[in-house]
């Protein structure tokens, strides 16, 4: 009996061995959090093709949109609506730029790394609005240096 139990063990190890088993991320959308106000956090997220990440509507007026060239190549964006929880699965290598809708110009973005960021150079051309632009200049050189 004991071999048995000792063999089903080793059985169940092994198939489950190879199995990866996706991470979820939770982003808050906030009018104030550690970095100022009208603020993702954490703003920068580094994630596994496959992952997931839920944007969650802790303040009201807020929503979690795809920025047009800040997408791979052939990948479809998103936009979430106001004031909802939104969750999305991220299969595709990039860079993947997120903006507030209504408080883009205020510097209320994000960004997701999912595996090699294959889209670098397209996602730092985009030119941003207002605060946006340093947001996202400082993602760059901080985040992105320290891979």
Same mark, same amino acid.
């Given at each position: ?51 997931? @990440? &839920? ?29 909802? %929880?939104? &969750? @999305?699965?991220? &299969?595709? %290598? ?14 209320? @973005? ?38």
């Amino acid at each position: 009996m004991r071999k048995f139990f000792s063999a089903a063990v080793a059985s169940a190890v092994l198939l489950t061995a190879g199995v990866a088993v996706a991470a979820e991320v939770e982003v808050k959308m906030l009018n104030k959090g550690e970095k100022g106000t009208f603020v993702f956090e954490p703003d920068f997220v580094k994630i596994a093709p496959g992952d997931t @990440v &839920t944007f969650v509507s802790t303040d009201k007026g807020h929503n979690a949109e795809t920025i047009k060239a800040m997408v791979p190549e052939g990948v479809q964006g998103f936009k979430s609506e106001l004031g909802k %929880n939104f &969750t @999305v699965t991220l &299969t595709q %290598n990039g860079i993947y730029g997120i903006r507030c809708t209504p408080h883009y110009g205020m510097g209320m @973005v994000a960004m997701i790394v999912v595996g090699t960021p294959d889209n670098l150079a397209a996602a730092q051309a985009v030119k941003h609005p207002g605060k946006a632009k340093k947001v996202f200049a400082d993602m760059f050189t901080q985040q992105l240096a320290a891979k």
